[in-house]
Structures are given as C-alpha cells and as structure tokens.
C-alpha cells in the first residue's frame, strides 16, 4: 500500500541501468529463498527463488544471487525499467511448513 | 483467472466489535497463509494452514483467528478488534508450503485488506 514505502532503505537508479538489491538473512538453517515486488497498492508478487544447493539462478531480466558463507541474498534486475519501480522484499524459510520470514523490503526508484 | 480474492479491500470498524476478512483461492492450492504489513515492519505471518483443518500459528497469532474447512477458503476473524490490529492484511496461497516444492512456487498474493480499528 502507499504508506509501505516510508522508513525503508531506498536504491534509486538511471533507467537502463543495472539494480542490485541486497539482503541478509539470519537463520543458518534457511534453505529456500524468494524475492517478491510490490508496486502501490498491491500485494506482493512473486519474482524469482532459489534454494540453499543453488548459488544462482536466472529469470527473465532477473538473477538471484546466494552466498550461504556470509549469509547474503541479491536481486539483480538488468536493463532496469520504469515499471520495476517498486518495494522488493525477501522472504527466508528453512522449509518444511516452518514460517516465512519476510525482510523489511527495499525502494527502487527508477530515474527516467 | 487464477487469483487469490481478499474482500473487503476497506475497513473501518470500532474496537470490539467482531469482524471476518475472507480470503479464497481458485488455484487448488494447499499452503495460504495471513499476513500483515506495517511500515518498517514488513510482512508478518499470522496463521498459516498447510490444508483442511490444519492450521498453525505465525509470529503474531495474538487476536486472531482462522479456520479451513475447505481448500479454498481461508477466513480470518478478528473477535474483538483493538487500535493495534489497524494495519494492511494480505492472504497468500502457493500450491505446495514454501521451500518443499522445488524452485517456482512462490506465494500468490491477495490485494490486500486496509483495516482501521477506531
């Protein structure tokens, strides 16, 4: 919604650039991780995952990034859109019907 | 069109008085969840139902409710509503529970519900 955008970090990049959204995690003994967009006023949608035997994974103009060593999880979106100016969040779990742990997202604004 | 349908997408109520947000899927899927989103918060899980009739409880289950006594429909009732439970609810689903079902089957999520308890 529109107030989910206050108090959080903020990427703000040129259009046509490169993005590369981080995220650490805490849980050693998460094994599947998610990054998920939210645009204003709508709820989350699903982007790209990868699990713990995964270093990287790739998707249409998307790569997930996961560096179990230091506990890190990155987004990297190419050629960086006006569309894809939104919240991004990570999501942790260790899998196994144990919870989600949702990160507290961060804004990427998109300069025309 | 697969979805996950939350409604009423506006609350206003007054502390007290019992209210229900549904929340139903078409997808046939197993996992859904509640989850609610405060500013610098993120997203907090509230119940979660892995399929009919069994439910567990998230990080905030306090003042909550739900049930599943079908696959497709997840209700979440609040019995006495307070000023802290003002906040943005969502409902997700995914056909297998997060992390069990290979790569690909991430949360599909409602439009949320913005509940203002007064």
């Known amino acids: 919604g529109e107030s989910v955008g206050l108090h959080l970090p903020t990427l703000s990049v040129q259009e046509g650039d490169n993005s590369i959204i981080n995220c650490a995690y805490s849980?050693?003994?998460?094994?599947?991780f998610i990054w998920y967009k939210q645009e204003s006023g709508k709820g989350p949608q699903f982007i790209i995952d990868?699990?713990?035997?995964?270093d990287k994974r790739q998707g249409q103009r998307v790569t997930v990034l996961l560096n179990k060593t230091v506990k890190h999880l990155s987004l990297q979106i190419a050629a960086t859109q006006p569309g894809d100016s939104a919240v991004y969040f990570c999501a942790e779990t260790p899998g196994g019907y144990q919870k989600v742990t949702f990160g507290i997202g961060t804004k990427l604004q998109v300069i025309p | 069109e697969a979805q996950v349908t939350q409604n009423p997408r506006y609350l206003i109520t007054v502390t007290g008085k019992k209210l229900t947000v549904t929340c139903s899927q078409n997808m046939n899927h197993e996992y859904m969840s509640w989850y609610r989103q405060d500013p610098g918060l993120g997203l907090r899980q509230i119940y979660y139902s892995m399929n009919v009739e069994v439910t567990d409880k998230g990080d905030v289950p306090e003042g909550y409710k739900v049930s599943r006594k079908e696959k497709r429909n997840f209700p979440l009732i609040l019995e006495s509503p307070s000023p802290n439970q003002t906040s943005l609810y969502f409902c997700a689903s995914s056909l297998f529970a997060p992390g069990t079902g290979g790569v690909g089957y991430g949360y599909t999520f409602g439009s949320g519900t913005r509940l203002t308890v007064v």
């Open positions: 990868i699990r713990s035997n995964m």
């Open positions: 849980n050693s003994a998460s094994d599947y």
